[in-house]
């Protein structure tokens, strides 16, 4: 049965640090995150976030790395980087609110749990910025996808991942030819420009939030930082 056609149940409410809510709703067999309204994770719609992680993989040249992903909603970009790259790797995730790593060990524990409980991970209830602001050289990929796109909508401090500021310390916490992925549900050539401005080199992806999508599309950017000097990609 279509999600429309079914009554949500109020599961939970999540408290976001700073201000505002998060609502856990269940229609049926699905679950859906919500801010305002407006869905943000959905156990349904998830091609996009699982690109997130798998494409940025084939971005990068090494075979292991450190990646830090940025939210841990309902873990299907942590599901696929875990899938994606190999047991050598180590993964931080950062998530702001703590309701939703308790969501992660309770009702939605059969769609994320084993994801968080994997010895390559470390979960931090932090703010992504904050662990992006202190790293200097430090991953290999960065993979955000903490608010609707590239706007404060959930928190107006998210402007603070995506303005010019941001986009140099996400520069400057990746190593040489390492990716920073963004997911966004809309386009923003703005953005683009942004991210080119600071020095990186981007690729624009349209991904189909879920698999027999035809009219809902979402946007990926990966912006890689250049080699360093006398360093080459293979």
């Not at 400057?172 to 809309?186: D, E, I, P, T």
């Not at 942004?194 to 027999?212: C, L, N, Q, S, W």
Request: aromatic share 10%; proline share 5%; charged share 20%.
């Amino acid at each position: 049965m279509p999600k429309a056609a079914l009554l949500p149940e109020l599961i939970d409410v999540g408290d976001i640090p700073g201000g505002g809510q998060l609502h856990l709703f269940r229609y049926g067999d699905d679950y859906s995150i919500q801010f305002d309204g407006d869905e943000l994770m959905g156990s349904f719609n998830y091609c996009s976030e699982q690109a997130l992680a798998t494409m940025a993989r084939e971005r990068l040249p090494g075979n292991d790395g450190r990646i830090l992903i940025g939210g841990l909603g309902m873990g299907f970009t942590l599901g696929a980087a875990l899938a994606a790259w190999p047991s050598t790797s180590a993964f931080v995730v950062a998530e702001l609110v703590p309701k939703v790593v308790e969501w992660a060990k309770g009702p939605l524990a059969h769609i994320s749990g084993r994801h968080i409980d994997d010895p390559r991970v470390s979960l931090q209830l932090a703010d992504v910025h904050d662990i992006i602001s202190r790293a200097t050289d430090d991953f290999d990929a960065i993979l955000l996808d903490v608010d609707n796109g590239p706007d404060g909508f959930i928190q107006v401090e998210n402007d603070r991942l995506y303005c010019a500021w941001g986009l140099r310390a996400a520069y400057a916490a990746l190593r040489c030819n390492g990716v920073l992925a963004v997911w966004s549900a809309y386009s923003d050539p703005a953005f683009v420009d942004m991210m080119e401005a600071v020095g990186f080199i981007v690729e624009e992806a349209r991904i189909p939030a879920y698999a027999t999508s035809e009219d809902d599309w979402h946007n990926i950017w990966f912006a890689r930082k250049p080699s360093c000097e006398g360093q080459s990609l293979s």
